[in-house]
């Protein structure tokens, strides 16, 4: 899309808005400090829900968050009424130290479930982090890796946006997730800000329209957390409107969902374990939500996650996978083949198998799953639904990772 232009930086590349990150042993901290910014969010629908995630939807009815703090090492979940009184010491400590109210400051936090938040640690990295803001570079990559747990490496993305009156804003973003990955309405933990000017009804929006195509499209282990929040700031410093006519314009839109799958399919590559990345493709299903219920089935599915890890073209995994998905499937004129950035072959064709053992798709497919990238691309032949999901393998690193989370 040439109205898109990717951007280094990360946040660095919005104006008005300062960021932080500091950490000591696995517990960090991260402000982002953006004035007066109008905001929205989505969050985990998970019935269990962490504190910060309660504390901060009360803050969001208010439609203004002025700053943003985000911890790693303690989820702050199912902690009673001391992890709330929790988030309000962390929010009062920010408030004082930059002079905002605590109505206009959220919290979200990330790690371990069940623990009562260390809060003399984590209050002594939020100061080492206040004292750090900033506007640079270095200071959006300090962000990102502070909020990271199991996470392999730091997620940012950056766009610039032609819009289509011609005026150009700006919109980065930070995000973290490696593990505990099955987001609905909602993600991991990803922080977002605009340039732009968008009233928060429009803010959300956009957002949950770019988080239905990125982050709730992903799949790393099935498990949805307790504590996904997206949050979406536009402090309005570029003075360019995107809503006209009461719509949002649609490059806008555009880029808004290109920057969340970036960041979404990062956190698809830096699967606890993972060894190589799946990106699943349907097309010609009956409709849009058929399409999307075939995709993240087949990146869900447990067995075919695990031939991916073993290079084993078990193509009757993904075919089990999209026959248990809930949507409409004839396997009498059903297309499968999948790619690698090289090479794809047809599996099975209008209904007709074609990787029997012994023939050259089956030799060409086992090729293929030695890759790092493994594409199932599936034509239903039902209509015109579409949708992509992403995911990773399932390996033995992800077991001893997660046998050993909380020792």
Do not use: H
Not at 79 to 96: H, I, R, S
Not at 188 to 213: G, H, R, Y
Not at 321 to 342: H, R
């Amino acid at each position: 899309m040439s109205f898109i232009r990717n951007l280094d930086g990360g946040f660095s590349v919005i104006e008005n808005l300062k960021v932080s990150g500091a950490k000591e042993g696995k517990y960090g901290v991260s402000i982002i400090l953006c004035p007066d910014s109008n905001a929205s969010a989505v969050f985990t629908t998970n019935k269990v829900v962490a504190a910060p995630v309660k504390y901060t939807k009360n803050v969001i009815k208010n439609g203004v968050v002025s700053a943003v703090f985000v911890n790693s090492g303690n989820a702050n979940c199912f902690t009673g009424e001391q992890g709330f009184k929790d988030c309000e010491t962390l929010v009062e400590l920010v408030a004082k130290d930059l002079k905002i109210p605590v109505s206009e400051i959220a919290i979200a936090s990330t790690g371990v479930i069940g623990r009562e938040m260390p809060i003399d640690i984590i209050s002594k990295v939020a100061y080492e982090s206040l004292s750090k803001l900033g506007n640079g570079a270095e200071n959006s990559l300090a962000a990102a890796k502070a909020i990271m747990t199991t996470d392999t490496f730091p997620k940012e993305c950056a766009v610039e946006v032609t819009l289509t009156t011609g005026e150009a804003v700006k919109i980065a973003g930070i995000t973290k997730g490696s593990g505990m990955i099955a987001p609905n309405m909602g993600t991991m933990l990803s922080f977002i800000v605009t340039d732009a000017v968008i009233p928060p009804k429009e803010i959300n929006k956009a957002l949950k329209q770019a988080v239905e195509t990125s982050f709730n499209m992903i799949v790393v282990d099935g498990d949805e957390s307790t504590n996904d929040t997206c949050l979406m700031m536009a402090n309005g410093a570029s003075g360019v409107e995107v809503i006209k006519d009461g719509e949002i314009d649609s490059n806008f839109q555009k880029a808004l969902n290109y920057l969340c799958i970036d960041l979404a399919k990062k956190m698809a590559r830096d699967g606890e374990g993972a060894t190589k990345f799946i990106e699943a493709n349907v097309f010609g299903a009956k409709d849009l939500n058929d399409a999307r219920l075939a995709a993240k089935s087949i990146i869900s599915s447990s067995l075919f996650k695990s031939a991916v890890f073993g290079g084993d073209p078990n193509w009757g995994r993904i075919v089990a996978a999209i026959g248990y998905s809930g949507c409409d499937l004839n396997p009498d004129i059903v297309t499968i083949a999948i790619a690698d950035d090289a090479d794809e072959v047809d599996l099975v064709k209008n209904g007709e198998i074609l990787a029997f053992e012994g023939t050259p798709y089956l030799e060409r497919a086992e090729k293929i799953m030695q890759s790092k990238n493994v594409i199932v691309n599936v034509d239903m032949d039902l209509g015109d639904g579409e949708a992509t999901a992403w995911g990773c393998d399932l390996t033995y690193d992800y077991v001893k990772i997660n046998a050993e989370y909380t020792t």
